[in-house]
């Protein structure tokens, strides 16, 4: 680090996202840019003039100076692997983007490398610290909520606006190329997890439709058994003419419903009289006393929040979170999903630990 405190980053890509990352935090002078890597040279030059940092024509070169402290790697996720195990070489502190891999394989094999090199690192589920979901984390710490029930998340979109876009400016981008569940909706298996818990089995359906160079399902519904019993719902669809990410949650005593920058909060009414007043018709003095209650948050610096944990943390040295094994994970569910509708059947999880190869190949 430098004398007053600044983490010295090396950047392996040079791209939107990495920009944000850096820009999120520029007035604030926690980071200076060391050297820089991009396969695209008019990138990395656009950041070196922008951040500062030595422009590199080579990776290896990127990985192999001493004055880096930790490295970001922001890249078409079907080169994160092969960025990964070259920069873990370097045996200092990652931030990598997510999905962290295209394969729940790739990415099982990266978390277990570093666990091996003992190398911190973090993974950019930004989706987590939204608002809202850090304000049912901390409902739920302060509420007794009772058993989890389920967890039900609609991620639906225009994916043909994407498409669009990249058939006539960027005809080799990787997003023609790729599903949007393991890409953009990682985020919320992410999310998911972090209130159900491990995954066991996965079954869903879906359709495909719409014949376009676009590999996104048209439609998936998916039913998700989590190991501490509770059930999750998965609902996506990319031909959709809204937009929506919401989420709702299910437990004994409450419902929590995240949608946007609003959680709102319906409370089971908390004494028999209220539930039960002996009327033939108990409902209209149930629903009474249920609520809902309204929180709603304004614009919130995501990026600056999840990389400011990252530079903490390199300069605490301590562990990282979220870390590769929530990588794995969503990798894994993301990858389940895709197989179970594609093969109309049941998924069960893990994947990667099956002993069986003809089982899961």
Known sequence: MTANGKVRLGLYGCGNRTQALLNSLLKDNLYEVTAAYDLLPEKVR?????????????????????????????????AHAAAFFETLEARKPIFIEKPIAMTAREARAMMVKAA?????????????FLPEQVAAHRFLAENPPGRLFGVRCTWIH???????????????????????????????????????????????????????????PDYVLATLEFANGALGHFHYS?????????????????????????????RRPPFASLRNDGSQNCAPNYVRYTGPDKCTFGAYPVDAVIF??????????????????????????????????KERRPIDLPLTLDPDPEKHP
């Open 46 to 78: 656009a950041v070196a003039e922008r951040f500062g940092g030595c422009p590199c024509a080579q990776s290896r070169d990127l990985v192999e100076r001493r004055d880096v402290d930790a490295f970001v790697i922001s890249l078409d996720p079907f």
């Open 116 to 128: 091996e090199y003992k190398v911190p690192v973090q993974v950019g589920f930004m989706r987590r």
């Open 158 to 216: 225009a994916g043909e606006t994407e498409m669009i876009s990249m058939l006539n400016h960027c005809p080799d981008n990787f997003r023609l190329k790729v599903s949007q569940i393991p890409f953009h909706c990682c985020h919320a298996l992410d999310v998911m997890q972090t209130y159900g818990g491990e995954v066991k089995r996965v079954a869903a359906a879906g359709i495909k439709w719409v014949q376009r160079p676009y590999p996104s």
């Open 238 to 266: 990319s031909q959709s003419f809204k937009f929506e990410i919401s989420y709702l949650l299910h437990y004994e005593n409450y419902t929590l419903s995240l949608n946007g920058d609003e959680m709102s909060i319906w």
């Open 308 to 341: 400011q944990r990252f530079l903490d943390g390199v300069r605490g040295g301590g562990a990282l979170s979220p870390g590769l094994d929530e990588g794995w994970r969503t990798a894994e569910l993301a990858e389940a999903i895709e197989r179970s509708w």
